[in-house]
């Protein structure tokens, strides 16, 4: 939002030199963008920080096991404090302070999770640790969609990230009900329409699907996350077609897209043993077309995500070759004189495409 | 009262009662487990006696943790679930008979099945079995801080044992440590 205003602050004077704009519409246009404007609040963001870390002064205090109380008295304690804090949510909200009501509701659910560790600690349940992790994100879902509140749905999502990937590091397999969990929390975010939140779901979802490759065939998956990394990708150029709506879903969801594909494709490069080198060289080639593609994107769309995305896998794909080649049969001079060369000729591909579109009627 | 703002306050209320009622839940589950399951004595392997009440909780071994099952269908592995049945020996100890990955249909009046996780798997071709170490829920026992040293110095060089509450479906409890069969410590439902 910062950045929008600022950049009226340059073209509005602009514009109303070149005549295409009146005075009167200048600031009819200042004023929209002002009551408009949702800036962020330094006093919400410190709220939502001071709940964060209530939680984790209860945890903490968990973790203490005092015994100075009873365990009567520690539950009773708990259970009152998660009261509480949710009864002081609803008189914020009364008041008309929705930004710190949210904050109560996030430290109620960060209270409600302190809770189940208490439980387990106190009556030694040495269960399976992401049970209770499900638990609490659940907890957190229910509030979240009950009292409207995006942090909380925003955690339940963190924790069904952190209950899949805990099951998965302790059994090795891939944990599909993984995505019962993220559906429920991403049709929450639809429902609100929460578009920091649909953000916030591809990234773990993306995250997800990257794990698969090290857990599918028995860590040599990185093809398939390769695969479902295009797809998403052109599924996102397809979306404007779905309507309006949807449109302004198709950059993030190609620059999702081609960021999980290229993770498959560095996992197939750098993560896979014996890698022959003719294989190397065009799983190389695909690599970096396919991070060009995105800087392409990028600057079709004006992307600055997709762009600094395709700058920063550019940056790793060539240092990771680097290291990979340099003292083998390939000299690190011959090398860069290798990429330069692709990059140059599909730098020639890009402007004959180029060339081609704008000679299209 | 506006519905608006009954409706804030309505919701508040479900999220509290369903929240305090999970908690509840898993207390009642717990407190329910240790008051009307069946109790079962296991004896502890020492780890390393000295390391054992380090910190605020201990950590316990059984025989029971290791066990070898015969290659079935299904193959172990890590995470999955695994039911071993223990055997009342005349002497009043309870022994491992069997252990594999699913619930046996039948068990005697002597006998308790116990419901684990594998922790780690590996199949032994030559003898044509499948080890596994599991974890049952009744391996840590969280003491209170700083009471560890008195534990340690009452166990001494005796013989540790510990009390279980074993449900029908197979899940433990801890319910207390036993010291030259006396009961040292006893899991307070409260």
């Not at chain 1, 509701?105 to 209270?111: D, E, P, Q, S, T």
């Not at chain 2, 008195?150 to 005796?158: F, M, P, R, S, T």
């Not at chain 2, 074993?166 to 307070?188: F, H, M, Q, T, W």
Request: proline share 4%; glycine share 12%; charged share 15%.
């Amino acid at each position: 939002m910062w950045s929008y205003r600022s950049k009226l602050d340059n073209d509005l004077p602009r514009w109303r030199e070149a005549g295409w704009l009146t005075a009167e519409g200048e600031a009819s246009i200042r004023k929209d963008v002002a009551s408009h404007g949702r800036s962020l609040e330094l006093a919400p963001a410190l709220a939502i920080i001071g709940a964060v870390l209530i939680g984790f002064a209860a945890m903490s205090f968990i973790a203490a096991n005092w015994d100075e109380m009873s365990r009567l008295a520690r539950l009773a304690l708990i259970f009152a404090s998660l009261g509480t804090a949710y009864g002081i949510a609803g008189i914020l909200f009364e008041r008309g302070h929705p930004a710190f009501a949210h904050a109560a509701i996030l430290a109620g659910v960060a209270l409600f999770g302190a809770g189940i560790m208490l439980i387990a600690q106190i009556f030694h349940i040495d269960g399976h640790p992401p049970d209770a992790v499900l638990t609490w994100a659940l907890g957190a879902l229910g509030a979240g969609v009950v009292l409207g509140s995006n942090p909380a749905l925003a955690l339940a999502m963190l924790l069904m990230g952190l209950w899949s990937g805990w099951e998965m590091v302790e059994s090795g397999v891939v944990h599909w009900p993984f995505l019962l969990g993220w559906g429920a929390v991403t049709a929450a975010f639809l429902w609100r329409w929460w578009v920091p939140g649909l953000h916030f779901a591809a990234v773990v979802l993306s995250i997800w699907i990257i794990c698969l490759g090290y857990l599918l065939f028995d860590g040599h998956g990185h093809g398939v996350v390769v695969g479902v990394g295009l797809l998403i990708g052109a599924a996102g150029l397809a979306l404007p077609s779905l309507g309006e709506r949807w449109s302004a879903f198709s950059s993030p969801a190609v620059a999702y897209g081609m960021t999980i594909a290229f993770a498959g494709l560095f996992a197939v490069q750098f993560v896979e043993e014996n890698v022959p080198l003719f294989g190397l060289i065009l799983l190389a080639i695909a690599a970096l077309t396919l991070v060009l593609a995105g800087i392409g994107f990028g600057l079709r769309t004006s992307s600055s995500a997709a762009l600094w995305l395709g700058y920063g896998g550019f940056s790793l794909e060539v240092l990771a070759l680097y290291f990979k080649t340099v003292g083998t049969l390939l000299g690190s001079s011959l090398f860069f004189l290798a990429t330069g060369f692709i990059v140059i000729v599909l730098a020639a591909v890009a402007y004959r495409l180029h060339a081609r579109m704008e000679a299209q009627p | 009262m506006t519905s608006e703002r009954r409706n804030l306050w309505l919701g508040i209320a479900v999220v509290v009662a369903v929240q305090i009622g999970v908690l509840g839940w898993m207390v009642w589950d717990r407190v329910h487990l240790l008051s009307s399951g069946r109790e079962i004595v296991l004896e502890v392997v020492p780890v390393d006696p000295r390391s054992l009440f380090r910190g605020d909780y201990v950590i316990l071994n059984y025989d029971i943790s290791r066990v070898e099952t015969p290659l079935g269908k299904k193959r172990l592995h890590r995470g999955s679930l695994i039911f071993t049945t223990l055997q009342k020996t005349k002497d009043g100890k309870w022994k491992l008979t069997a252990a594999g990955p699913e619930r046996p249909e039948s068990v005697g009046p002597d006998q308790v099945v116990l419901k684990g996780r594998v922790r780690f798997a590996s199949r032994v071709a030559r003898r044509g079995s499948d080890v596994a170490t599991v974890n049952y829920g009744i391996e840590s026992f969280f003491i209170p801080e700083g009471t560890g040293r008195e534990l340690e110095k009452l166990v001494g060089q005796k013989k540790l044992a510990a009390l279980i509450a074993v449900d029908e479906s197979g899940n433990a409890a801890l319910k207390g440590l036993i010291v030259d069969g006396e009961r040292v410590y006893e899991e307070p439902l409260f």
